[in-house]
């Protein structure tokens, strides 16, 4: 049965204070693992897909990281509008279709 | 363009009675899936629809049931509601079954409180 674990639950970060985030995975063959941002009250946001160990991508003050039993979504210079559940999601090699086994998310507080 | 839609947003059913969902995708798409959120379980899986039929279905009971119609249009319906299905239920939509990148798009919920 495929896993995913994120860890810290919350993270309480001053804006400017760098910090990573950790998704910790099981899955029998990755096929890919995704990061989704969550604000209250919205549905999750896609952010990146990662296919294989190594693989980095970036998007502004963000940037994740993939090896073959965990994920690191890297904060730069956070800004309070980066305040979010930041849910990591991962699909089985085989997995017909979007079903995906997420995390069950840190919730990211940048203050001013 | 328009985002995934939600009806209703908010909601408030008794236990025993039943509840129906509704989600429409991204003009386009024709994948949808449904995702039940709690606090303590994080995003679960219950079912995916494309081109009206059903092609995955989560650990949930029979309780809880969906169908897509020829406009790509879902819903889902849970009978015999218990406090536990109290829950954010959030739909997806991607553009084919089989995404390259995995992205969905998802709606922003619905919030169902069972009492």
């Known amino acids: 049965e495929d896993q995913v674990t994120q860890s810290p639950e919350a993270l309480r970060l001053q804006e400017g204070e760098s910090s990573s985030l950790n998704c910790s995975y099981t899955?029998?063959?990755?096929?890919?693992l995704f990061w989704y941002r969550q604000d209250p009250g919205k549905g999750p946001e896609f952010l990146f897909t990662?296919?294989?160990a190594g693989e980095e991508k970036e998007k502004e003050r963000l940037k994740a990281t993939l090896t073959k039993k965990e994920s690191f979504l890297h904060i730069t210079a956070p800004k309070p509008e980066d305040s979010a559940t930041y849910l990591c999601a991962v699909q089985a090699r085989g997995t017909s279709g979007s079903r995906l086994t997420f995390g069950e998310g840190t919730q990211l507080t940048v203050n001013p | 363009k328009a985002g995934v839609t939600q009806t209703p947003r908010y909601l408030i059913k008794t236990r025993g009675q039943q509840v129906t969902l509704s989600c429409s995708p991204i003009s386009g798409h024709r994948s949808v899936s449904w995702y039940q959120q709690t606090p303590g379980q994080g995003l679960q899986f219950l079912f995916e629809?494309?081109?009206?039929?059903?092609?995955n279905k989560g650990n949930f009971p029979g309780r809880f049931s969906g169908r897509q119609f020829s406009n790509s249009r879902s819903e889902m319906n849970v009978s015999t509601l218990e406090l536990g299905d109290s829950a954010l239920y959030l739909c997806?939509?991607?553009?084919?079954?089989?995404?390259?990148?995995?992205?969905?798009?998802f709606g922003e919920g619905s919030r169902l409180t069972v009492l």
């Open positions: 899955v029998s063959g990755l096929r890919g």
């Open positions: 629809y494309f081109s009206e039929t059903q092609r």
């Open positions: 997806a939509s991607s553009l084919v079954f089989v995404s390259n990148t995995g992205e969905l798009f």
């Open positions: 990662l296919y294989s």
